[in-house]
């Protein structure tokens, strides 16, 4: 698994603070999970659950909200419509330089969150609340002795959580002007909510009424004995493998359905709407990307690695071939090679297009008890790898544009 600090803008443009978690092979979906109010993204519930999604396939981003955390921003000036928000922007970030989020999280408050987010993007097809409350003006209970300070001087200073918050009227108008129930009969995402019995911050009559008012397809998994934070490892545990093993469910069911690629092919699709790109064959997938340096987000290979990499496995398979057919002492062959485009001085009568050409330069070692013979007769060899010879043929590109419904079965 690999885990990337990374930022992006929230809704009042304020740095926020988010760490994607994600598998050491291809994810099965990318996930955004959302915290509870007043938490961060390092949580122990947030941080345990990501991990142990991103162990069963998943990608995970999760990020603090405005004022929360590393984020930057002033929680006195955010309430519930700006965390759905930042829930929105960064399901962005992650289609604009990964891919688009399919499954929501959220966890307390923010499983509220991830309801009212889930009606505006497209691309999310199951959502997941945890301890969540039917709507957010249940969270005032945290601080209703403060209520009335806040209604008559317009700001108080509560505690959450053994810390000091600063809440003012405005968060209060907005929370209380919010019908989470309303637009969720509509969501139209197939729907898991997890809730504990025994959870004495939110009561499990919330989740009653979150799933009475969702329609089909719907889940409910009752956590037993876990508190309302999920404090105990055990209980984040379960609660991932429980949302993977719902989610492959509905995520496999909704996928695009492809023709397999043929034995010889290479399909390449969008991963992002930058420089990501999936790359598929008969039996195979993996990404191609451009550097961060150019814009790219460096999640795989450039275009010129990937050709340098044809040009130098072939030349080391087509060696070590020759080799063992020989039964030459090849104990190794190593092929190191790299891209210039070099200045052509020769050409006093070429026009500026041709005065520099591509070269690629190809360093070969060849290890073993081999003779000065040997060694020039499989160099000799190395130039007869059959993308070597393609490359310095007479070699044609040619172009077809396919209709939308002819290349790809849905």
């Keep these: 698994m690999a885990r990337k600090k990374m930022e992006f803008y929230g809704y009042d443009g304020s740095r926020l603070a988010a760490l994607l978690e994600t598998p050491d092979k291809e994810p099965r979906a990318y996930a955004l999970f959302a915290h509870c109010f007043s938490c961060g993204k390092d949580v122990a519930a947030a941080s345990r659950i990501s991990r142990a999604l991103s162990q069963q396939g998943y990608a995970v981003l999760r990020f603090d909200f405005t004022g929360l ?8 000036n955010a309430n519930f419509s700006s965390n759905v928000e930042d829930l929105i922007l960064a399901a962005d970030f992650l289609k604009q330089n990964y891919s688009a989020p399919r499954l929501l999280i959220g966890h307390s408050l923010g499983g509220t969150a991830v309801l009212s987010a889930a009606t505006k993007l497209e691309s999310v097809e199951a959502v997941v609340t945890i301890g969540a409350p039917a709507e957010p003006m249940h969270v005032i209970k945290q601080f209703v002795e403060n209520i009335e300070t806040i209604e008559t001087e317009g700001v108080a200073n509560v505690e959450l959580a053994g810390r000091t918050f600063t809440i003012k009227k405005q968060f209060l108008d907005d929370v209380r002007a919010v019908d989470a129930l309303q637009k969720l009969g509509g969501m139209k995402k197939a729907l898991l909510v997890l809730h504990s019995p025994v959870d004495t911050t939110v009561s499990i009559h919330d989740a009653e009424k979150i799933y ?66 999936r790359v598929t064959t008969d039996s195979h997938v993996w990404l191609a990307d451009e550097p961060k340096s150019v814009g790219g987000g460096d ?6 690695e990937h050709l340098l990499a044809a040009l130098g496995t072939c030349t080391s398979m087509t060696i070590r071939m020759y080799a063992n057919r020989k039964k030459l002492p090849l104990e190794d062959v190593l092929v190191k090679l790299r891209h210039s485009r070099d200045h052509v001085s020769d050409c006093e009568n070429c026009d500026e297009s041709h005065r520099q050409i591509d ?9 073993g008890d081999l003779s000065d013979g040997q060694r020039n007769r499989l160099l000799e060899i190395a130039d007869r790898c059959p993308v070597h010879r393609t490359l310095e043929g007479e070699l044609r590109v040619t172009t077809t544009l396919v209709s939308h419904h002819s290349g790809v079965n849905r």
Excluded: C, M
């Excluded at 379960?238 to 492809?258: F, K, M, N, Q």
């Design 69 to 76: 955390g590393n984020s930057d921003g002033d929680f006195a």
């Design 212 to 277: 009475a008012s969702a329609k089909h397809p719907k889940s409910f998994v009752s956590l037993d004995t876990a508190d309302h934070l999920l404090t105990k490892k055990a209980d984040a545990e379960y609660v991932a493998l429980t949302i993977a093993g719902w989610a492959s469910r509905y995520l496999t069911l909704s996928e695009t359905v492809r023709a397999p690629v043929p034995g010889g092919e290479v399909l390449i699709e969008e991963h992002n709407h930058k420089f990501g790109r």
């Design 299 to 304: 999640q795989g290979p450039d275009p010129y």
């Design 359 to 367: 070269t690629l330069h190809r360093d070969i070692t060849l290890t």
